[in-house]
């Protein structure tokens, strides 16, 4: 089946500085990719639409500054955190859909702490 | 209102009981129905997926869609410690499917 991996699991970063979430398709190519944030007992927030070989679309109210997406291949989509603040700590989650149907593949996730 | 609403619980049962998740929508486009079950600290993982009204069944696992009051339901038969996970409705319109979560009942099944 469709695999979705995704690192690093989990990462602690200081205020200020900067955080790069992987996420790849080991067996598929996607030519999209999405993006979504976890708050603790919350649902899963689409935060962005990453598109291979072009720029992402953000959902309202998702700095894109902040959260910077690159989709560089068919297998590979990057999030990095800039400027990160303990508000920003929230657990990370990528996803890809191979067939273009309802079958979307997540990642692991991410866990973010910001001290 | 959220466009998906489910009751976080938890909801604890004791093993071999059989369990109903709820879930309720506002969207009428939703035509595409996703429960996913992620464990803690883990990505979700899709369970069941409807298309439309009506029932699909999948081992220990019923899911079932009523269109008309916008409510889907998934039952699980002979529960066990290892179903102990949150479970998250997620319909989609077609187009993309991208799904759109409720923020997932915890279920809790105790030996």
Aim: contains cysteine; charged residues 15%; proline residues 5%.
């Amino acid at each position: 089946g469709a695999v979705v991996s995704q690192h690093p699991s989990w990462v602690i970063c200081k205020s200020g500085t900067s955080v790069k979430i992987e996420c790849r398709s080991l067996d598929f190519q996607a030519t999209t990719m999405f993006w979504y944030r976890q708050f603790p007992k919350q649902s899963l927030m689409l935060m962005a639409t990453s598109n291979e070989g072009s720029k992402a679309t953000y959902e309202q109210g998702v700095e894109k500054d902040k959260f910077l997406i690159n989709h560089a291949s068919l297998t590979l989509s990057t999030l990095t955190v800039t400027s990160a603040h303990p508000e920003d700590s929230s657990f990370y989650i990528c996803s890809a859909n191979r067939d273009n149907n309802y079958g979307y593949t997540f990642g692991s996730g991410t866990r973010l702490t910001v001290v | 209102q959220k466009e998906v609403e489910q009751d976080p619980g938890p909801l604890s049962v004791p093993e071999g009981a059989i369990v109903s998740l709820n879930c309720t929508y506002s969207n009428s486009a939703f035509q595409y129905f996703m429960w996913y079950r992620q464990y803690s600290r883990k990505g979700p993982e899709l369970l069941m997926y409807t298309y439309s009204s009506g029932n699909k069944e999948d081992g220990r696992f019923t899911a079932q869609v009523d269109k008309s009051s916008k409510y889907i339901s998934l039952f699980i038969r002979d529960s066990q410690p290892s179903d102990s996970a949150t479970y998250l409705c997620a319909p989609s319109s077609g187009g993309s499917y991208i799904p759109t979560f409720g923020r997932g009942t915890s279920l809790i099944v105790h030996p």
